[in-house]
């Protein structure tokens, strides 16, 4: 009998990853109830301390669970987890062109991390409508001698790290997203060729 957990099934968001942004986003609201006098030094201390070493949403969101919100009040609770992250498998994890092309566009589902390449050729990367296996997508790109193209909408978190050689690496679709929205990292490099990274709207949008 296999006892492993099926895959297929969405996760708990309490169990997904929370990212950087989220740890610091209920940081600022502590050291701002602090400041109103809701919490004290120690108790702003021991939260603090939880709140950055957190991994999952269940553990972030007890952390301001007694701190009032009101309509003018800063966002004190974790966002929700984006519907576009429903686990499983991931429908690709590479992408490789050589004298070709390739495609992942469409409602598709994304790894955890993904390697695109190509090589005298072109490839393009459409997480407009995809959906995530993770919290967190890594984009290994490398275009040598050819050209790649990501693909994201104005509401996921972005950051590019590529460089180019002889080449360009685009990262001007690099900043923040949606609270809870999926975040997207591009590292690789292009040689004698492109990577771009640009923000689009989503297909009929």
Known sequence: MND???RRVSPDPRDLRASDADRERVAQAL???AGDGRLNLEE???RLTVAYTAR???ELEPLTRDLPAGPDSPTLHVAAPDQRIVGGEPTSRTGIAIMSEFKRRGRWT???RFLGLAFWGGGTIDLRDARFSEPELRVNA???MGGIDVLVPDDLDVTVRGIGIMGAFDDKATG???PGAPRVVVGGFSFWGGVTVKRRKRDGG
């Open 4 to 6: 492993l957990p099926d």
């Open 31 to 33: 050291r701002e109830a």
């Open 44 to 46: 702003l201390d021991e």
């Open 56 to 58: 999952t949403y269940g």
């Open 110 to 112: 994304a790894p955890r």
């Open 142 to 144: 490398f275009a040598i």
């Open 176 to 178: 923040p997203g949606a």
